[in-house]
C-alpha cells in the first residue's frame, strides 16, 4: 500500500496507529493526517528514533496493511 491509500484510510486505521505507537496523542494522530513524513517526525520526537529507526518502523507497520 502506498502513502496515498494509507492517507485516504486514516480515519479508519489511526486506531490502530495508535495501538501501536501508544506514546501518539489523539492530536498527533490528527496533525498526522495519515502523512508518512509527520508520522516518522512524531515518532522521533516522541520515542527518541533516528530518521531510519522511524522510517524502519513505519514501513514494517505499514506493511501489515498490504493486501
Do not use: C, F, P
Request: charge should be negative.
Amino acid at each position: 500500500m502506498d502513502n496515498n491509500v494509507i492517507k485516504g484510510k486514516w480515519l479508519q486505521i489511526k486506531g490502530e496507529a495508535k495501538k501501536q505507537w501508544g506514546k501518539l496523542t489523539d492530536d498527533d494522530l490528527d496533525v498526522i493526517a495519515g502523512e508518512k513524513d509527520k508520522l516518522v517526525g512524531k515518532l522521533q520526537e516522541r520515542y527518541g528514533h533516528s530518521k531510519e529507526d522511524a522510517e524502519a518502523e513505519y514501513d514494517k507497520w505499514e506493511q501489515s496493511y498490504r493486501s
